[in-house]
């Protein structure tokens, strides 16, 4: 199997190695809550196959490979930030990776977080489903302006199991915002949807799930709304488990933010988000910004 390691650049990035082994670990409810602050214009495809990672497995060997150690190295300023997030999507809490560079001899450790690919994670090579189960826990956690911004991640892991997620969570992340699905390894792409009613006056700090455009955060498609292209296996629950385009089905992962997250045009506040204009829009909006 070959696929592409895909560049994240933003913000953030690898951890020092005593700042991972001192922290508290995070509770299971806790471990879906987290900070989003990739930039979409890092989510691209490099052309580095990633054989020492599907084929090997997200351990030491997979880490190990020669290949793995000269795209780390051509890849300097950005490699830290794409391991980062794959072993945060991929790898359960409570266990990290660890890899020290050939070139530079420094040394790196990645926090796991979700586990969303748990044979990848012990060693195994990527399924399709762990494929795009990351994928898409990489396109929820892009941000348009590179903020780190507090959201809830719900969805399954590719085996089935729930993330999990308490009451005090949806309470505290009661806005719906968006679905994100897509395979980035075999070049499907990225694709979001709104999990909510959105107009043309409202505007977000994350903007890629809660857009009108189809291109507004490339290369993330926003194609509509979760509710035309994705399917629950409980109506009682608060996250999407599938979503299927252009004739494919993927597993699916469903983000909430806080309501201070949304803004509207007319609320007496110019926003980062809001420009001057004559109209009434987020893109227009005289009311906050002025003509």
């Known amino acids: 199997m070959t696929g592409a390691l895909f560049a994240l650049a933003g913000c953030g990035g690898a951890m020092p190695e005593d700042a991972v082994l001192g922290a508290d670990p995070a509770s299971a409810e806790q471990a879906q809550q987290v900070d989003n602050g990739l930039t979409v214009n890092g989510l691209t495809v490099n052309g580095l196959t990633v054989n020492g990672l599907t084929v090997n497995g997200l351990t030491v060997n997979g880490l190990s490979t020669q290949g793995f150690n000269e795209w780390f190295s051509q890849n300097a300023d950005t490699a830290p930030m794409v391991m980062a997030y794959i072993v945060k999507c991929a790898v359960p809490e409570g266990q990290t990776r660890t890899f020290q560079s050939t070139a530079t001899g420094e040394k790196y450790t990645w926090p796991g977080n979700l586990g969303l690919a748990p044979g990848w994670a012990a060693g195994k090579a990527a399924t399709v489903t762990e494929q795009q189960a990351v994928s898409a826990c990489l396109a929820a956690h892009a941000n348009k302006y590179g903020l780190h911004i507090a959201l809830s991640v719900l969805g399954r892991t590719a085996e089935g199991a729930a993330i999990p997620y308490s ?3 949806l309470s505290q992340f009661n806005a719906r ?4 699905f897509g395979n980035l390894f ?3 792409g990225l694709f979001a949807a709104r999990d909510r009613d959105f107009s ?3 505007s977000s700090t994350r903007a890629c799930g809660l857009s009108l455009k189809a291109d507004s955060c490339a290369p ?4 509509g709304s979760c509710a035309q292209f994705c399917t629950k296996a ?3 629950q ?6 299927t385009y252009n004739g494919k089905t993927y597993p699916a992962i469903t983000t909430r933010v806080k309501p201070t997250e949304l803004f509207r045009c007319g609320d007496g506040v110019c926003q980062f988000t809001e420009h001057a204009g004559s109209g009434t829009t987020a893109d227009s909006c005289r009311a906050d910004c002025g003509a």
């Open 234 to 236: 409980d109506p009682s």
């Open 238 to 243: 608060p996250y999407y488990t599938h979503c």
């Open 167 to 169: 009451a005090e969570e």
């Open 200 to 202: 043309a006056a409202e």
């Open 177 to 180: 915002e968006a679905c994100f």
């Open 186 to 188: 075999t070049n499907d």
């Open 220 to 223: 993330i498609t926003n194609i």
